[in-house]
Nanobody, 116 residues
Framework: QVQLVESGGGLVQPGGSLRLSCAAS????????MSWYRQAPGKERELVAT????????NYANSVQGRFTISRDNAKNTVYLQMSSLKPEDTAVYYC?????????WGQGTQVTVSS
């Protein structure tokens, strides 16, 4: 079965950096685009970044453009989110996402807290 397991969240000061990882299994990873979403308390889940199956194209939410970088390693079945210049408003649970055979899958999420 499809599994997505995020890691790498934590507490970081404003201006700091974190790298999130999402290990995927149960499907042919290199055949599917991957995305990161986030959900802050009291807010709807929002799309943060997407990467095509080869990694040749990426898209970002305006709020993270220039600060976050999505990448993938198809040999390791892993997608990453490098987050830099973090702001308190980036505080959220971050989720890995894949749509496989028209079914949407989510990881369990990893908490990112940006605070001094």
């Amino acid at each position: 079965q499809v599994q997505l397991v995020e890691s790498g969240g934590g507490l970081v000061q404003p201006g700091g950096s974190l790298r999130l990882s999402c290990a995927a299994s149960g499907f042919i990873f290199s055949s599917y685009a991957m995305s990161w979403y986030r959900q802050a308390p009291g807010k709807e889940r929002e799309l943060v970044a997407t990467i095509t199956r080869t990694g040749g194209s990426t898209n970002y939410a305006n709020s993270v453009q220039g600060r976050f970088t999505i990448s993938r390693d198809n040999a390791k079945n892993t997608v990453y989110l490098q987050m830099s210049s973090l702001k308190p408003e980036d505080t959220a649970v971050y989720y890995c996402n894949a749509v496989v055979y028209h079914i949407t899958y989510w990881g369990q999420g990893t908490q990112v807290t940006v605070s001094s």
